[in-house]
């Protein structure tokens, strides 16, 4: 031990400093060092600088000045070669650099100029900079208390130290109580695969489905629902955990609706809801989700709504609307299985098995922290490695060569929204994309993948049978918030301004005082769950609840056959019904909600435009440069114009499967709003109601905002009724419609002090 110390020592010129704790771990390891022969010093010396440098990143800034100057001559480097390249400035070898370079390809003139920008840190910077964290430590993320920081630095730097003594498959020989010369794997994926054969199956790695027009079409919709259902929680249980369900659903038409909107959306929501059990796991937050809930939505029995049964399935991942000439010719919806596995899984990096669970860092992922006081991969400030195996599984995805995606598929899928796309393009991309070189991949209703298994192995599924309706869709989840509000006094605000209304107020009180079958047409954009500081609630099923009532009260005023075009955008939140923390962020299906809520509502889906907004800003597709499986997700560029309408009459019907491409109001102009109002939508977006219905007709928004509802009826020769609560917002719009000039400022009844000339109070 006390060598040890001393040759720590004389590197970093810092005695070593440890607790009791450490001290009987580091006993325990001196008594298996003894027996052996240590490395010579200079390269234990090499290879713990190396592993310091890395930790601090302290060889950044050179590491970064050498990507940018081959970026320069048009050389990039993915996963394998950056691993390599980052070793090589770490522990000084060149030729390791050399190396990869002659690897790659680079031309000898090209290879000459990047060799110029090798200039690693010198060691002697090393120790200085490991000195000076131990003094003056950085990028602390909490307040230090009554830690002692310097000894913690110091305890991880050492247990790196010692662990650099011998070769891995001699210190991991130490650590692993499992450890076999006969079975040793260098990999860890590999050695954990070899113990754990039933925790690695990839023998369902993904399931794809294909549900064809001529199916929906000789079937109806209610009958492929069904089957679909039932298929849903045979992939379910069969799909390896972290493995992948893709369907693709061709655009298909029933009575004049594009039904696979509406297929579309009841999939994912009965993916991801189908499975229901008792949840015993402190973070399901039940009793308080069951509290907030009765609180906001009247009528609810928790005897038949079961809060203590949680709702679980697959992850919604995406959905590709795959278009032609701006029609859709399909949707291709991705989702995973991400299912709790509480099977233990040693250190990736030291193999012990001293470990505990940590936490679950999202819904259905398990996450480990290594115990082991001597592990080399404690953090800078000596806290346990974390880990879990969904982070191991996408890992390997990137460690293999024959995982890498080409170039050309990444760009080509990098949006949700892919023109003129064949379906030899489609196989190739779920297989790339989703799964992983030796994965087995099942396939239903789909031929043509056996034509391009790219290293994998497909097995074709017969489509079964047909199935009863699911009795989920009758089942407590839904009687969470399915409920009709009890009618409230309205109290509110109406501004008159000749052929536009303006009520400033709730929406579902305003609506109650309008007449039955008075409205032609509606259009909106709603307040999304959650998602500014205006609309808040306290979880999912008290947004859907509020939604559902405004839903039906719409429905009412509405003539028969009229139609009501609704936008939302399946955005990333926390639904707040199983966990209030981080964790349970996810993609939150709007869209399906929406379709479930109004069917219930009385409405009948006839499709969906869809608002393709273009090259978007963010982050959402960024793969960090890892050409690999798990790592691609496509920039999420297009939201839902949902088209319903009340039943009856004939009406003219929305564009059924559409695709519109609008660049999104540009609201923010060096930081600061230009417009006043935080989400607005474009003008293109009323403007498809009123193509829908007669000069003179009514049109109604009962999320009005900034009035581009009513401003744009005016425009069209239509008669507007706008809903909003937010009397700011009103004004502002009404500020819009004078400066349009659309009518004359006596009519709109503008003046100085306030913007209304005529007001009246509900009463």
């Keep these: 031990m006390e060598s040890l110390a001393s040759d720590f020592a004389t590197i970093t010129g810092i005695a070593p400093e440890y607790d009791e704790a450490f001290q009987a771990v580091l006993a325990q390891a001196v008594l298996y060092l003894a027996g052996r022969t240590l490395r010579p010093l200079e390269i234990r010396r090499r290879e713990f600088l190396g592993h310091v440098n890395w930790k601090f990143r302290v060889n950044a800034d050179v590491l970064g000045a050498f990507y940018a100057g081959a970026a320069n001559r048009g050389i990039t480097f993915h996963y394998h070669y950056k691993k390599a390249i980052q070793r090589a400035f770490d522990v000084a070898d060149r030729a390791l650099l050399e190396e990869v370079l002659n690897e790659k390809g680079v031309s000898a003139g090209d290879a000459a100029v990047l060799m110029k920008q090798f ?46 003594s011998l070769p891995e498959r001699e210190m991991h020989q130490h650590f692993d109580p499992e450890f076999s010369s006969n079975e040793y794997h260098a990999s860890f994926w590999h050695q954990l695969h070899a113990r754990s054969p039933t925790l690695f199956n990839r023998e369902n790695a993904l399931h794809v489905r294909r549900v064809a027009a001529r199916m929906i079409a000789s079937k109806g919709l209610s009958e492929v629902r069904a089957e679909l259902c039932a298929a849903i929680r045979d992939h379910y249980t069969q799909i390896n955990n972290y493995g992948f369900f893709a369907v693709l659903i061709e655009h298909a038409e029933i009575d004049g609706r594009a039904v696979e909107w509406e297929l579309a959306a009841d999939i994912a929501l009965f993916a991801e809801k189908h499975r229901q059990f008792v949840l015993d796991k402190a973070y399901f937050r039940w009793k308080d989700v069951r509290s907030e809930t009765m609180a906001h939505v009247p009528g609810v029995d928790p005897s038949i709504a079961q809060f ?10 995406d959905c590709f609307v795959l278009a032609k000439d701006g029609q859709v010719q399909g949707l291709l919806m991705i989702l995973q299985k991400n299912e709790r596995d509480e099977t233990l899984i040693p250190c990736p990096a030291c193999r012990s098995q001293d470990v505990q669970g940590n936490s679950y860092p999202s819904l259905g992922v398990r996450s480990w922290e290594c115990n082991n006081l001597l592990c080399p991969d404690r953090s800078k400030y000596n806290r346990g490695k974390r880990y879990s195996f969904k982070g191991l599984a996408m890992q390997q995805a990137i460690e293999d060569p024959l995982n890498e995606i080409p170039v050309a598929s990444v760009r080509r899928w990098s949006r949700d929204v892919v023109d003129d796309v064949s379906d030899p393009e489609i196989v190739d991309m779920l297989l790339r994309h989703y799964s992983m070189n030796g994965d087995v991949v099942k396939v239903t209703g789909w031929p043509q993948f056996s034509k391009a298994d790219l290293g ?4 074709h599924l017969k489509t079964p049978a047909g199935s009863e309706e699911d009795a989920f869709w009758s089942g407590p989840f839904f009687s969470r918030y399915i409920h009709r509000a009890k009618k409230a006094k309205a109290c509110g605000e109406v501004l008159r301004q000749g052929n536009l209304t303006v009520h400033v107020g709730d929406s579902g009180e305003v609506l109650r005082t309008l007449r039955a079958g008075s409205v032609d047409g509606a259009v909106t954009s709603p307040p999304y769950y959650n998602a500014r500081e205006y609309s808040q609630w306290p979880n999912m099923y008290c947004h859907l609840h509020d939604m559902f009532d405004i839903a039906a009260e719409v429905f009412r005023v509405l003539k028969p056959g009229a139609p009501y075009l609704y936008n939302v955008f399946d955005y990333f939140d926390n639904e707040r019904t199983v966990v209030f923390s981080a964790m349970g962020q996810k993609r939150v299906l709007l869209s399906a909600y929406t379709v479930d809520v109004f069917r219930r509502a009385g409405f009948e889906l006839t499709g969906c435009v869809v608002w393709d907004k273009g090259e978007i800003e963010g982050k959402r ?3 960090a440069g890892n050409f690999s499986p798990y790592y691609q997700a496509p920039f999420n560029c297009w939201e839902h114009v949902l ?9 003219k ?21 230009k417009h006043g109002h935080s989400a607005p939508f474009p003008d293109r977006i009323p403007e498809l109601l009123a193509a829908l219905v007669p000069s003179g007709s009514v049109v109604l928004d009962p999320f009005a905002g900034s009035l581009t509802t009513g401003r744009v009826a005016l425009r069209r020769g239509l008669r507007a009724i706008c809903i909003e609560r937010s009397r700011e917002y009103c004004e502002l719009g009404l500020r819009m419609l004078q400066d349009e000039a659309v009518v004359p400022p006596r009519q709109l009844g503008l003046f100085a002090e306030g913007y209304i000339e005529e007001s009246r109070s509900i009463s």
């Design 621 to 623: 597709g960024f793969n």
């Design 643 to 651: 088209a319903f309408r009340k039943p009856g009459r004939d009406s």
């Design 119 to 164: 200039d690693p840190t010198p060691a002697e910077r090393t120790v200085a900079i490991l000195r000076e964290e131990c003094e003056a430590p950085t990028k602390l993320r909490r307040e230090v208390g009554e830690r002692n920081i310097r000894r913690e630095i110091l305890s991880a730097l050492f247990a790196a130290f010692v662990w650099v």
């Design 653 to 673: 019907a929305a564009p059924p499967s559409e695709v519109i491409r609008q660049k999104p109001v540009i609201k923010m102009v060096r930081g600061e709003n």
């Design 456 to 459: 994998r192995r497909v097995v």
């Design 308 to 317: 203590e049964l949680v709702n679980e399935g697959f992850t919604y991942r």
